[in-house]
């Protein structure tokens, strides 16, 4: 969608202010040039301003809203900001970058930690917390923020007839649906049930001119990234890059120029699609487990 340069489109992106969210951002502000709307939950204010400042010095606009956009409250708060702020038929983006989720086994590891409390006890190795059972309740969080929200957000923008003509709405996912990690249960299962929704959405609001696609991109440095292995975080990488071909990890920022890439009437073809931007991460492990190098040495990098 293309409007005068008084007048730009706006993109909408959750999780904004850290991570693959924040190069999202910044990136189409320059390329397609779109002002941004940006989601964060305050976690990462420096990240926030650091967005804010890398879209207007594209020449664009950012409004930034504090608040937990991937709850059924949240979605209709965050959304109501949005009419106000950007008036109807004006969101020619829409990027679900909402990483809010609980790790954790579902049975417990024998002599495991067996209770769902989400906290690190003073005397507890930080670890040991990350594969304690999950309850209930974790379950909601991980399913409300990584899944059902983007169905929400699709109601929301339609029901205040905020999505521009031509509008494409993206969901994000990785390569951990393929090779499970123990303590990544829900968030594999929440994926899941994302790419699901994808391809429904892709359905429903095809025949009004919209699309919706799920990008599938491999292991990129994060904040969230790093809690959810704790101190094994650094082998983890160190096996990605093994067993991608190119021998390196994906970065955010390539993974925002792909995205300004789907904006453009080259990709409006893409519907209901998941689209495979891993690198080929993972698809040669086996054979990175062959290598008489493999595990690879313990990183000290963090």
């Known amino acids: 969608m ?17 991570g693959v969210g924040q190069a999202i951002g910044a990136a189409i502000a320059t390329d397609p040039g779109y002002n ?3 989601a964060h939950r305050g976690h990462y204010p420096a990240g926030a301003g650091e967005l804010a400042a890398s879209v207007e010095a594209a ?11 991937g709850t059924a ?11 106000r702020r950007a008036g109807p038929r004006s969101v020619a983006l829409f990027v679900h970058s909402i990483a809010n989720a609980s790790v954790g086994r579902f049975v417990p590891e024998r002599g495991g930690p067996r209770d769902g409390s989400p906290k690190v006890a003073p005397d507890e190795d930080r670890d040991t917390a990350l594969y304690r059972v999950l309850a209930p309740k974790h379950f909601q969080k991980t399913f409300d ?12 923008l ?41 391809k429904h959405l892709a359905l429903e609001l095809g025949p009004r001119g919209y699309r919706v696609n799920l990008l599938n991109f491999g292991t990129v440095e994060t904040p ?43 990709a409006a073809w893409f519907n209901g699609a998941e689209i495979d931007f891993s690198g080929a991460q993972a698809h040669s492990i086996l054979d990175a487990a062959l290598r008489h190098d493999f595990p690879p040495p313990e990183r000290t990098d963090g």
């Not at 923020?145 to 929301?156: G, L, R, T």
């Not at 704790?230 to 792909?258: Q, Y």
């Open 2 to 18: 293309t409007r005068s340069p008084e007048n730009p489109p706006w993109a909408v992106v959750l999780g904004v202010s850290s």
């Open 36 to 38: 941004v709307f940006g």
């Open 59 to 69: 020449g664009r606009t950012a409004h930034l809203h504090v608040g937990d956009a």
């Open 73 to 83: 409250e949240g979605v209709q708060v965050t959304a109501d900001a949005l009419l």
């Open 145 to 156: 923020s990584m899944a059902h929200s983007f169905v929400w957000w699709a109601q929301a």
């Open 158 to 198: 339609v029901e205040r007839d905020l999505l521009a003509p031509g509008a494409r709405l993206l969901a994000l996912t990785n390569p951990i649906g393929h090779s499970l990690v123990a303590n990544f249960s829900l968030i594999t299962a929440a994926k899941a049930a994302l790419a699901v929704y994808v």
């Open 224 to 266: 969230a990234a790093a809690y959810g292995f704790g101190t094994r975080w650094a082998r983890f990488k160190s096996i990605c890059e093994a067993s991608t071909p190119a021998g390196r990890l994906l970065e955010a920022g390539e993974v925002a120029r792909f995205v300004s890439l789907l904006c453009g009437a080259g």
